[in-house]
């Protein structure tokens, strides 16, 4: 079974950084690629920023210049640095992976974390 487990999350205020971090665990091939997305109350959940196994980026315009994504692919771990945080940026973040599990088979699923509450004071 494979697990994602996000970390980072917390209280800070406008103008704040905070790290999250996404580990992947269980029996794992391949991760292919990484997000972020995250849920503000009463809004649907958006994409905050994806990053491929090679390093290439996207990025909402919203957090385009403030939020950095990266992994480390050795340790099965994404990253998202948010800087200059605003209250805006409150939301549950959670973090998504395309796994591959199988060696021998090529099928590749989406799993998704618990999500982890940043609140942004004003």
């Known amino acids: 079974q494979v697990q994602l487990v996000e970390s980072g999350g917390g209280l800070v205020q406008a103008g704040g950084s905070l790290r999250l971090s996404c580990a992947a665990s269980?029996?794992?091939?391949?991760?292919?690629?990484m997000g972020w997305y995250r849920q503000a109350p009463g809004k649907q959940r958006e994409l905050v920023a994806t990053?491929?196994?090679?390093?290439?980026?996207v990025y909402a315009d919203s957090v385009k210049g403030r939020f950095t994504i990266s992994r480390d692919n050795a340790k099965n771990t994404g990253y998202l640095q948010m800087n200059s945080l605003k209250p805006e940026d409150t939301a549950v973040y959670y973090c998504?992976?395309?796994?591959?599990?199988?060696?021998?088979?090529?099928?590749?699923?989406?799993?998704w974390g618990q999500g982890t509450q940043v609140t942004v004071s004003s």
């Open positions: 990053i491929t196994s090679g390093g290439s980026t």
């Open positions: 269980g029996t794992i091939f391949s991760i292919n690629a």
């Open positions: 998504n992976a395309a796994i591959r599990t199988n060696v021998v088979l090529y099928v590749v699923r989406d799993y």
